[in-house]
């Protein structure tokens, strides 16, 4: 068992409140029809009971969740849960009987002369029907936990394939220039030293603004290498600027148009980001170098648009092949993974 087990959601509280209500009228109205009377009264003495069960079911386990689970055994939990089904029944039926009492509707006699076995009998049923929800909610959430434990494993997975990739790069620019030029030879350690500490945060989600400020330093890492020809222009609503979004994202696609895009013998390559918030987030990152001459993903996209997909439900798009654009829509991301 995990702590997230007898975790029950508003919307699964309004399922058990409509099945309770559904279930009880019909049982009602069964009963009301076998022993000739109205079954309008049967149904409206269904609705009300099914709703006052809810009820206390919704108070016994909200408590229990908070005070009771907490501090006690795991072993007493599914006593301590049928007791507490057993009582929505039992009580439910008693306060149902006492609010029809003052009413005009007609109550069985069964009920009228024992009241409390009745309740009992309810209570037993209340009990069984409880059991059932209960596994179902069970297996509903282990099955959640489980998925959750496979996107964070998935996510750790792409992330430690990426950062290997941008410090292989780094790490070949670094060798060049050790020959070359021994002080951009030291900037350029002291740029990649930044930047990791910029981006060896546990979290896969970061602010936009934390990427923005890791691409400019990866922009300026590889400005070292070629000599400042490579500029950087960001266009964005500065209210979007605290979304989560994942991380490395932004920074993959310039160098991936840093790879695949730059001709050294051309002049200067500009990369372009342009940010909008509308319904969703929109990213658009383009540069003027070498069109794109395949549609498809390598390795490092598709990671990519695996981890948004995973965190963000979100996309990855080719939005132009000349001027090269990638374009990332993200909805609303998990803050919850934490990887």
């Given at each position: 068992?995990?702590?997230?087990?007898?975790?029950?959601?508003?919307?699964?509280?309004?399922?058990?409140?409509?099945?309770?209500?559904?279930?009880?009228?019909?049982?009602?109205?069964?009963?009301?029809?076998?022993?000739?009377?109205?079954?309008?009264?049967?149904?409206?003495?269904?609705?009300?009971?099914?709703?006052?069960?809810?009820?206390?079911?919704?108070?016994?386990?909200?408590?229990?969740?908070?005070?009771?689970?907490?501090?006690?055994?795991?072993?007493?939990?599914?006593?301590?849960?049928?007791?507490?089904?057993?009582?929505?029944?039992?009580?439910?039926?008693?306060?149902?009987?006492?609010?029809?009492?003052?009413?005009?509707?007609?109550?069985?006699?069964?009920?009228?002369?024992?009241?409390?076995?009745?309740?009992?009998?309810?209570?037993?049923?209340?009990?069984?029907?409880?059991?059932?929800?209960?596994?179902?909610?069970?297996?509903?959430?282990?099955?959640?936990?489980?998925?959750?434990?496979?996107?964070?494993?998935?996510?750790?997975?792409?992330?430690?394939?990426?950062?290997?990739?941008?410090?292989?790069?780094?790490?070949?620019?670094?060798?060049?220039?050790?020959?070359?030029?021994?002080?951009?030879?030291?900037?350029?350690?002291?740029?990649?030293?930044?930047?990791?500490?910029?981006?060896?945060?546990?979290?896969?989600?970061?602010?936009?603004?934390?990427?923005?400020?890791?691409?400019?330093?990866?922009?300026?890492?590889?400005?070292?290498?070629?000599?400042?020809?490579?500029?950087?222009?960001?266009?964005?609503?500065?209210?979007?600027?605290?979304?989560?979004?994942p991380k490395f994202s932004i920074q993959l696609?310039?160098?991936?148009?840093?790879?695949h895009g730059f001709d050294t013998s051309s002049?200067?390559?500009?990369?372009?980001?342009?940010?909008?918030?509308?319904?969703?987030?929109?990213?658009?990152?383009?540069?003027?170098?070498?069109?794109?001459?395949?549609?498809?993903?390598?390795?490092?996209?598709?990671?990519?648009?695996?981890?948004?997909?995973?965190?963000?439900?979100?996309?990855?798009?080719?939005?132009?092949?000349?001027?090269?654009?990638?374009?990332?829509?993200?909805?609303?991301?998990?803050?919850?993974?934490?990887?």
């Amino acid at each position: 068992m995990y702590k997230g087990e007898l975790h029950i959601t508003p919307h699964d509280w309004f399922g058990v409140l409509l099945i309770g209500v559904v279930f009880s009228a019909f049982l009602s109205v069964l009963g009301y029809y076998i022993l000739n009377i109205s079954i309008i009264h049967g149904a409206l003495f269904g609705i009300i009971l099914g709703f006052f069960i809810t009820l206390y079911s919704l108070v016994f386990i909200s408590a229990m969740n908070r005070y009771l689970l907490p501090h006690i055994h795991k072993r007493w939990w599914n006593v301590i849960a049928a007791l507490f089904s057993f009582l929505s029944g039992f009580l439910g039926t008693l306060s149902t009987y006492v609010s029809v009492s003052i009413s005009s509707l007609i109550v069985i006699d069964l009920l009228h002369l024992h009241p409390f076995k009745t309740a009992s009998i309810i209570g037993v049923l209340s009990y069984l029907i409880g059991a059932m929800i209960y596994s179902f909610v069970k297996t509903r959430n282990e099955k959640e936990y489980i998925d959750t434990l496979f996107v964070q494993s998935r996510v750790r997975s792409l992330e430690t394939q990426l950062n290997p990739h941008f410090l292989y790069n780094a790490l070949n620019s670094l060798a060049e220039l050790i020959h070359q030029d021994p002080n951009k030879a030291e900037a350029a350690v002291l740029k990649i030293s930044t930047f990791l500490r910029n981006t060896m945060g546990e979290k896969p989600l970061i602010p936009l603004r934390d990427e923005l400020r890791n691409v400019a330093d990866y922009i300026d890492l590889e400005n070292i290498r070629f000599g400042g020809r490579i500029s950087l222009s960001i266009l964005g609503e500065e209210i979007a600027m605290s979304i989560l979004i994942p991380k490395f994202s932004i920074q993959l696609l310039c160098e991936n148009g840093i790879k695949h895009g730059f001709d050294t013998s051309s002049s200067d390559f500009q990369i372009k980001i342009e940010i909008t918030n509308t319904d969703h987030l929109h990213i658009d990152v383009s540069n003027n170098g070498r069109p794109i001459r395949h549609s498809q993903f390598g390795i490092g996209l598709s990671n990519l648009q695996e981890r948004l997909s995973y965190l963000c439900n979100g996309t990855l798009t080719i939005e132009s092949l000349d001027p090269a654009t990638y374009s990332i829509k993200l909805k609303v991301c998990h803050e919850n993974i934490d990887c």
